[in-house]
């Protein structure tokens, strides 16, 4: 098993592998091979890698499904496709647990994460644009994840709950009754991880799933009109006003480099 290993991960040493499995825990061992390799595990037991789960962590972990073919099928040259939404749960190092949108739990490599999949919570730079490049930029995220942050139609049903939430001593706060004011006025703040279902032409709406909630009722429209800012693809693009020279947006990347900096994780 280690050796082949080593011949997936030519960055693990085999003597070292070998000689830690006599001398260290199961915890320890699975760390240096993540500190080697790139690797997705499933994680089917509760608490830490290594640690023998209970009868009740593994009802919590372990998550049932129809499969989506016949395994008895697979043979070498097969080919498959896979889009999955991760959310970090634990960070151990370099051994990350994230949990995807179907509520499976998976033990990642940092490395992985960085090389291989976009963040939508993590930028290198940030970009002034105008109204149209927000619209265009949304309407090119397809299925990558992205963070976008606007502002809701005012709706009267809003502004009635609010009211009604309204408590008296909250009206001796001029900060308060400021910020209600810029709500009813402009509308409420909104901000959605997720990710593009299908968009209308400039200045309309698109539809996304949002991935923080219920999967029953996930979907949200996004008015490209009254988008604040998008982190897509290691970019901040923010409302503003455009530098001269800038070049064609969303910005192009190079597939060498890393997607964002795992150091921020």
């Not at 991760?86 to 190092?93: A, E, Q, R, T």
């Not at 009604?164 to 900060?175: I, P, Q």
Request: aromatic share 6%; proline share 3%; charged share 30%.
């Amino acid at each position: 098993m280690i050796a082949d290993m080593q011949k997936n991960h030519p960055g693990v040493q085999v003597t070292d592998l070998v000689h830690a499995t006599k001398t260290k825990s199961a915890e320890e061992v699975t760390k240096m091979f993540v500190d080697s390799a790139s690797y997705i595990l499933r994680a089917t037991v509760g608490g830490k890698p290594g640690a023998k789960a209970s009868a009740k962590d593994k009802r919590s972990t372990i998550k049932t499904g129809k499969t989506l073919w016949n395994p008895k099928q697979l043979k070498v040259d097969d080919n498959f496709s896979c889009i999955s939404y991760l959310k970090v749960m634990k960070v151990d190092g370099s051994m990350i647990t994230v949990k995807n949108q179907l509520g499976g739990s998976w033990f990642i490599s940092k490395d992985l994460l960085e090389k291989d999949m976009w963040s939508a919570d993590h930028f290198d730079k940030e970009i002034k644009c105008n109204m149209t490049d927000l619209s265009e930029i949304i309407e090119t995220c397809s299925d990558t994840i992205f963070k976008v942050q606007f502002k809701c139609k005012v709706d009267p049903k809003n502004i009635e709950s609010e009211l009604k939430d309204l408590k008296l001593k909250d009206l001796k706060k001029g900060d308060e009754i400021k910020k209600l004011a810029k709500q009813f006025t402009e509308g409420k703040t909104e901000v959605i991880t997720g990710h593009l279902v299908e968009s209308e032409n400039h200045f309309g709406r698109s539809l996304v799933i949002d991935l923080n909630a219920p999967a029953n009722n996930n979907m949200r429209q996004v008015d490209h009109r009254h988008i604040e800012w998008i982190i897509f693809r290691n970019v901040k693009y923010t409302l503003g006003k455009k530098a001269p020279g800038t070049e064609e947006l969303p910005l192009k990347y190079d597939k060498a480099d890393r997607k964002w900096d795992s150091s921020k994780l």
